[in-house]
């Protein structure tokens, strides 16, 4: 099975500032296909997820240009370069490379 | 517009069963392996099951290997999961996922 850790697990932030979540696997997900099934997921209170980034730095429609995917084989980074109160909620990372697994979350907080 | 919404949820004595269906449009279904994951009360996400684009590659995640059963149906665009031999530790929020798109969940209690 493949292990995602999130770091951190909270993360206070300032409107206006960036901030930067870290997503690490226990084993690359470099799909035999030549894709890394590696999405991000926000979820807001209250609110079922919904994915923001797919496929490491795809930015999925309606999604704003401040949230910004990078990484490659196990090491993957969220970013949102100014951050605003509607993003208040927690970040998950998920593979989808074999099988599946999450991260255990993000929470951001103002 | 895509749309996923599940149902079935409700609440069920321990050592029940339940299914639930997942009704999609707005997409090619026919494109996408299909996942059940759940979300137990103020806990995270746990990916539970997926499925082929032909129905006959299932996986499942150990804990409800037996005793759950996803399958699916192109004609009706439609994904199922039967729950069978239900345990409290089930209880949680159950979403239907394909690709980038999530459903609103259904809500499976395991309770005496």
């Known amino acids: 099975d493949i292990v995602m850790t999130q770091t951190p697990l909270s993360s206070p932030v300032t409107l206006g500032q960036p901030a930067s979540i870290s997503c690490r696997s226990s084993?690359?997900?470099?799909?035999?296909?030549?894709?890394?099934?590696l999405s991000w997921l926000q979820q807001r209170p209250g609110q079922p997820p919904r994915v923001l980034i797919y496929?490491?730095?795809n930015r999925f429609s309606g999604v704003p240009d401040r949230f910004s995917g990078s990484g490659a084989g196990t090491d993957f980074t969220l970013k949102i370069s100014r951050v605003e109160a509607e993003d208040v909620g927690i970040y998950y990372c998920?593979?989808?490379?074999?099988?599946?697994?999450f991260g255990q979350g993000t929470k951001l907080e103002i | 517009e895509v749309h996923l919404v599940e149902s079935g949820g409700s609440l069920v004595q321990p050592g029940g069963s339940l299914r639930l269906s997942c009704a999609a449009s707005?997409?090619?279904?026919?494109?996408?392996?299909m996942n059940w994951v759940r979300q137990a009360p103020g806990k995270g996400l746990e990916w539970v099951a997926n499925?082929?684009?032909?129905?006959?590659?299932?996986y499942y995640v150990d804990s409800v290997k037996g005793r759950f059963i996803i399958s699916r149906d192109n004609v009706k665009n439609s994904l199922y999961l039967q729950m069978d031999s239900l345990r409290a530790e089930d209880t949680a929020i159950y979403y239907c996922?394909?690709?980038?798109?999530w459903g609103q969940g259904t809500l499976v209690i395991v309770s005496s």
């Open positions: 996922a394909g690709g980038e798109y």
């Open positions: 707005g997409f090619t279904f026919t494109k996408y392996w």
């Open positions: 499925v082929n684009q032909d129905g006959r590659g299932k």
């Open positions: 084993q690359s997900l470099v799909h035999s296909d030549g894709n890394t099934y």
């Open positions: 496929k490491v730095s």
């Open positions: 998920m593979q989808a490379t074999l099988l599946g697994s």
